[in-house]
């Protein structure tokens, strides 16, 4: 299958939790409309991740078909356009992006109810190659990051050879998603030897700088 993953901020008009109570629900139905949906999640930012400042994301939508001509089947339905109308009652349309991903699970392990899901956007070092970055990525970090004791489940989402096509840059490279226990299941993980191994181990196919995150709590709407 072929994975959609959509981030986005919230209106400015619109605090956070009637932001996030009219995704869940309203928008929800209206997503799930959408011919050919294999599967749907949200996952909506935490309300403390807003003490200090703004999270770059309010949140992404992940949505699974079965393939990409399944998506551009959508291009042009009634079922489409009442999404995108519904999106401007809610989202501030002019920072969503939208990647078309592979998922590769990397670590498996049971979820339990109120756990938490780091989603970290991912850059690749500027003198790798696409190919190479994913590779380093799935084959050698993957493994690594699995090693962190308190990581429950962790997904790799690479962006498709298509959003390079002709020139183009997709939003990012990729999405990383570990699902911890708790927050402060998150908190100890970095205290731990495997985390620093971890960390620095992303220099070598992650670009330099601060890799931009949201720590959110999930809600599958299409199981």
Same mark, same amino acid.
């Given at each position: ?22 995704? /869940? ?55 489409? /356009? ?60 993957? !493994?690594?990051?699995?090693?962190? &004791? ?19 840059? !997709? ?10 226990? &708790?927050? *402060?299941?998150?908190?100890?993980? *970095?205290? &731990? ?14 670009? !330099?700088?601060?890799? !931009?995150?949201?720590?959110? /709590? ?6």
């Amino acid at each position: 299958m072929v994975k959609l993953v959509v981030c986005f901020k919230r209106r400015a008009d619109m605090e956070v939790e009637p932001f996030q109570e009219y995704w /869940r629900t309203r928008h929800a139905e209206v997503v799930s409309g959408l011919p050919g949906v294999r599967r749907y999640v949200q996952s909506h930012t935490l309300l403390a991740g807003y003490r200090k400042e703004e999270p770059v994301y309010d949140g992404i939508a992940e949505v699974w078909f079965d393939d990409t001509d399944a998506i551009r089947a959508l291009d042009g339905t009634d079922a489409l /356009r009442a999404v995108q109308e519904d999106e401007a009652r809610f989202i501030d349309r002019s920072t969503m992006k939208t990647l078309v991903t592979d998922e590769h699970l990397i670590k498996d392990g049971d979820l339990p109810d109120g756990c938490v899901k780091n989603i970290e956007f991912v850059h690749r070092r500027p003198d790798l190659d696409i190919e190479e970055f994913q590779r380093y990525w799935r084959e050698v970090h993957g !493994p690594l990051a699995s090693e962190i &004791s308190v990581i429950l489940r962790y997904v790799q989402s690479h962006c498709r050879r298509g959003g390079y096509a002709d020139g183009r840059q !997709p939003p990012c490279d990729g999405v990383a998603i570990t699902w911890f226990e &708790s927050t *402060a299941a998150m908190r100890e993980s *970095a205290r &731990s030897d495997a985390y620093a191994r971890t960390r620095a181990d992303e220099a070598n196919f992650i670009a !330099p700088g601060e890799l !931009p995150f949201i720590i959110t /709590r999930e809600h599958v709407v299409i199981a």
